[in-house]
C-alpha cells in the first residue's frame, strides 16, 4: 500500500511539474507545504485504543508516505506523556484534549501546547463495581428483561446518599484532572444530582473534593479494572478498552457510554508545542497528512477495516490488551452487564462527521467545565475563552495538510468542512443527557444554565 500511494503522489507531482512547466516547480512545492525540516520523530501514546490513528499511520506506512521516520513510545501516565512534550524528549503525542488548553492558560504545568488535529469522538464508559450494580439495577427500568439506556445517575444517587449518611466516602476514579473523562464523569453526576466536587487552585486545593458527594481521584488507565477490583473505587470513567476488560474479568459493569452523555462529543486530540509547529511548519503539515489518511481508513466503508486495527492495537507495543477485548468495542459493539452486548456503530469514531477538524467550539466546551467546577478559578467573558480557544486549537494547519491531501488526490473535499465558510464553531449541540443545549459562541451563557457548579461569575 505505502509502495502504491508514494508512486502515485510522484506521479502526480511529475504530471503537474510536465503540465505547468520548470517556471512552476517551486510553486507547486510550496503549495504542498515543503519537504519536512525534520524527519526522525517520537510521540508519545498511552495504552488507549483511541491512539489508533497513530499506529495506523506508522504501521500503513503513512508517515513514511511524508518522508518521515516516526517512533512510538508508550507513556506511564498523561503527566509523564505532557512533560515529555514540554521538555522536548517527545516531538508530540496523543493528548487528553483538556491537556493543551490547561498548560496553555497554566494549569498545572505552564507551557503553550497546540492542536493541529482532533483525534478522535466519543469512546469513554463509565464502570461500576458488581455490588454498586446490584443496588443500581434494582432502580433501572428494565425492557424485555434488559435495562432501559442511557442509565443516569439518578439511579446512582440512592447508593451515593447511603454512603454519605454512613460515613464512607463514595469513590470514583478518572484518568487526570483535565481530562474529558473527568469533566464527562462530573457531568453525568451532576446530572443526577449527585456533587463531584470543586476545585479551588487559589487556594492551594487542586483535589476538587470541595463541597462533594462523591469523591474523584485520578487512576492511570491500564490500572482501573485492578483498583476496582481492590475496593479503592466503586466506579470509573476511562476509554477503551478498560472498561470491556471489567466485563472480560467479571468485575464490573459499564453503565453508560460518553456517546450517551453527549452525542458524539470530542476525545484526544494530537499536542505539540507552539515552538515546534513555528520551528517544523513543515513537518508539522507532513504529520497531520499522514494521520487524516489513518483515521480516514480506520472509518472506511462502515468501519470494515477495524478487525485489522484491533490486530494492531492489540500488539503488546501499543495497547496490548487481547483482541477480543479490544474487539468488544471497536469494531461497532459495547457490552454492558456481561452478555448485554449492543450495536453502538459510533461508539469510535476517527474520522466520520469531520472527527479530526479541531473546532474551536470543542475547545470552548473543555473551558466551560474547567471554570464549572474551579480549575479557572475568577470569572471569564466570552471573548477570554475564544481567545484561548484559538491560541491552542490549529485548525489553519489541519486546512493546508488536508489541501494538501486533496490536491494529491487522497481524499476528496467532500469529507471535509468547506475551508472557506468554517467558523471553528458548531451550530448549538442539543444532545447532552441533561438536555442542555451548548453554543460555543455563549460560554457565559452556558456555564450559568447548570443547577450544580459554578455560575461564570462565581468565586469560591
Not at 31 to 40: F, N, R, W, Y
Not at 158 to 165: A, G
Not at 401 to 417: H, N, Q, R, S
Amino acid at each position: 500500500m505505502r509502495g502504491i500511494n508514494s508512486l502515485r503522489r510522484n506521479l502526480l507531482k511529475t504530471a503537474l511539474v510536465i503540465s505547468t512547466g520548470l517556471a512552476s516547480l517551486t510553486t507547486s512545492f510550496v503549495v504542498s507545504a515543503g519537504e519536512p525540516e525534520k524527519t526522525e520523530l517520537k510521540f508519545g501514546f498511552i495504552k488507549l485504543t483511541d491512539m489508533a490513528p497513530l499506529a495506523i499511520a506508522k504501521e500503513l506506512g503513512y508517515f513514511e508516505d511524508e518522508g518521515l521516520e516516526v517512533e512510538l513510545e508508550a507513556q506511564a501516565n498523561w503527566k509523564v506523556l505532557l512533560n515529555g512534550v514540554i521538555d522536548g524528549q517527545l516531538d508530540g503525542a496523543h493528548m487528553l484534549a483538556g491537556q493543551p488548553l490547561a498548560a496553555t492558560i497554566g494549569f498545572g504545568t505552564k507551557a503553550h501546547i497546540v492542536t493541529p488535529f482532533s483525534m478522535d469522538l466519543n469512546g469513554n464508559g463509565i464502570t461500576v463495581s458488581n455490588g454498586v450494580w446490584g443496588e443500581m439495577k434494582k432502580l433501572v427500568p428494565h425492557e424485555n428483561g434488559k435495562p432501559v439506556h442511557p442509565i443516569k445517575a439518578d439511579y446512582l444517587k440512592p447508593i451515593v446518599d447511603k454512603y454519605n449518611d454512613a460515613g464512607k466516602p463514595f469513590n470514583m476514579g478518572m484518568v487526570f484532572p483535565v481530562s474529558t473523562h473527568n469533566y464527562e464523569l462530573r457531568y453525568w453526576l451532576a446530572a443526577g444530582g449527585i456533587h463531584p466536587g470543586y476545585y479551588a487552585p487559589h487556594k492551594g486545593d487542586t483535589k476538587g473534593q470541595i463541597d462533594a458527594d462523591a469523591f474523584l481521584s485520578v487512576t492511570p488507565p491500564p490500572q482501573m479494572p485492578a483498583t476496582l477490583e481492590a475496593g479503592t473505587i466503586y466506579g470509573y470513567c476511562v476509554g477503551e478498552p478498560w472498561n470491556q476488560q471489567a466485563v472480560f474479568k467479571g468485575i464490573g459493569v459499564p453503565v453508560i457510554t460518553d456517546y450517551e452523555i453527549w452525542k458524539n462529543n470530542p476525545e484526544k486530540v494530537f499536542g505539540m508545542t507552539k515552538e515546534f509547529t513555528e520551528k517544523y511548519p513543515n513537518t508539522t503539515v507532513a504529520v497531520v497528512k499522514a494521520m487524516i489518511r489513518a483515521a480516514q481508513w480506520l472509518d472506511a466503508d462502515n468501519n470494515a477495516n477495524r478487525p485489522e486495527a484491533v490486530k494492531y492495537l492489540s500488539k503488546p507495543y501499543y495497547v496490548g490488551a487481547d483482541y477480543d477485548v479490544i474487539a468488544n468495542s471497536m469494531t461497532g459493539t459495547f457490552e454492558y452487564e456481561k452478555g448485554d452486548k449492543r450495536e453502538i456503530p459510533d461508539f469510535n469514531v476517527f474520522f466520520r462527521y469531520n472527527a479530526t477538524y479541531p473546532y474551536y467550539s470543542d475547545a470552548i466546551w473543555y473551558l466551560t467545565q474547567m471554570r464549572r467546577w474551579g480549575q479557572i478559578s475568577e470569572a471569564k467573558d466570552d471573548a477570554w475563552y475564544k481567545k484561548v480557544a484559538a491560541d491552542v486549537y490549529r485548525p489553519d494547519i489541519y486546512a493546508k495538510a488536508a489541501k494538501a491531501l486533496i490536491e494529491d488526490g487522497e481524499v476528496e473535499a467532500k469529507d471535509f468542512p468547506d475551508f472557506a465558510t468554517e467558523t471553528g464553531f458548531k451550530p448549538p449541540q442539543p444532545d447532552f443527557i441533561d438536555g442542555v443545549v451548548f453554543d460555543g459562541s455563549k460560554p457565559t451563557e452556558y456555564i450559568n444554565k447548570f443547577k450544580i457548579g459554578l455560575d461564570a461569575d462565581e468565586v469560591l
